[in-house]
Structures are given as structure tokens and as C-alpha cells.
């Protein structure tokens, strides 16, 4: 199935209406403010979501608790794009927990840069993952930025299960481009861990 990249309605409103509201009031003060087609939209969100055949639980794993072995695990193509990742030494062990410090050195344009993240928050039953940017040069274009990840095992079939990724963020101006780019690269790493899993998968049968 191929990536999709919608906006969201939030809480429950058109999604254009109610970021140029937040901007407004940010730039204002005013609470509550009538809308001007020339108003920044700042906060934003891109989000996609597509099948994989590794179970859900298991591919979780990687992410939650090995975020450093991808590396090893993508494509030579893909690797060119994230040389590594780098986490608390006493994660090596332990497994990721809120408060994990996750490092993504990443190549974007050309550049080498990074992204340095926190876990926020871990659902377990539900494989979810939310990393909060607290570092890296994500901050230099965007006031804040979050990935959200779930896991979901398709229903009805145990073989299967869906990717869900979220890229919350809130952007210095209006002259910084959603990051749609940078939302491919991750599906792109997805896709690549979860034919590692099948691989290994298939030989270990």
C-alpha cells in the first residue's frame, strides 16, 4: 500500500481552520480572534500508514528497545541516509523506558545532522512510542517536534500488521516546509527493518 500524507482534523475542526486560529491568537494575544487568509500556519502534523508482515510485537521491539542495531538492519541505500544511532549505554541493556535518550544521525541534503530525542511516552499494550526533540538540528526550523509511532496487528490475521506514524511539529515561520522528506526517510527505514525481520524469519524456519 502506498504512504499517504494527509493533514488531520484537530479536535474534531478542519485542520487549516484551526491552526491559522492558533497562530493568530500566538500572534495577537487574543483568545479567540475572526480568521485572515493571511494568517502563518505553524502547527502542523503529516502522518501515514501502510502494512508490514512482521508481527507487531516484534517489530516494536526493535524500536523501543534496539533503535541502535537499524543501522544493521536497513539497506546500503537507506544506511547512506541514517549512518547510526546512538543510545544511553545502560539502554543497551536494560531496553528502552521514558527518558530514554535516543541519538538519530541522519544525512539530509547532503548534510550530516541529528536528531536528538527523548522517549516521552511508552504504551506497551498497544505498541506505541512517542520520541519528543530535545536537541539536533530540528530545532533550528521547528519550535517542537514529535514522532509517534504505533504498531497495530492487522485484525483477523496474525501474519500482518500496520504501521501507523505521526510527525507532530510546530515550525519557527511560515517559510519552513512541512517535513515530508524527512517522513519518507522513516517510512523508508520501516520498510527496510521489516524486510530484515522476514529475512531472518525465513531462515531461522
Avoid: C
Wanted: glycine share 6%.
Amino acid at each position: 500500500m502506498a504512504a499517504r500524507v494527509t493533514p488531520v482534523a484537530i479536535d474534531g475542526g478542519d485542520w487549516a481552520s484551526r491552526t491559522t486560529k492558533w497562530a493568530a491568537e500566538e500572534e495577537s494575544g487574543v483568545e479567540d480572534r475572526s480568521l485572515s487568509s493571511g494568517t502563518i500556519w505553524r502547527f502542523g502534523k503529516v502522518e501515514t500508514h501502510f502494512e508490514i508482515k512482521a508481527g507487531a510485537e516484534r517489530f516494536y521491539d526493535v524500536f523501543l528497545n534496539r533503535p541502535h542495531h537499524i543501522p544493521n538492519m536497513i539497506t546500503s541505500q537507506t544506511r547512506e541516509k541514517l549512518p547510526s544511532v546512538d543510545i544511553n549505554d545502560d539502554d543497551h541493556f536494560s531496553g528502552g523506558k521514558v527518558g530514554t535518550l535516543v541519538s538519530w544521525n541522519y544525512i539530509q541534503d547532503g548534510k550530516a545532522k541529528v536528531a536528538k530525542e527523548i522517549i516521552e511516552a511508552i504504551d506497551r499494550e498497544n505498541n506505541s512510542i512517542t520520541w519528543k526533540v530535545i536537541g539536533g538540528d530540528l530545532l533550528e526550523h521547528y519550535k517542537s517536534f514529535k514522532f509517534i509511532q504505533q504498531i497495530t496487528t492487522q485484525q483477523g490475521d496474525q501474519a500482518s500488521s500496520m504501521v501507523h506514524l505521526s510527525l507532530e511539529y510546530e515550525k519557527v515561520d511560515d517559510n519552513v516546509p512541512d517535513p515530508h522528506a524527512l517522513l519518507q526517510l522513516v517510512i523508508d527505514i520501516h520498510k527496510d527493518v521489516d524486510a530484515h525481520l522476514n529475512i531472518t524469519t525465513q531462515s531461522a524456519a
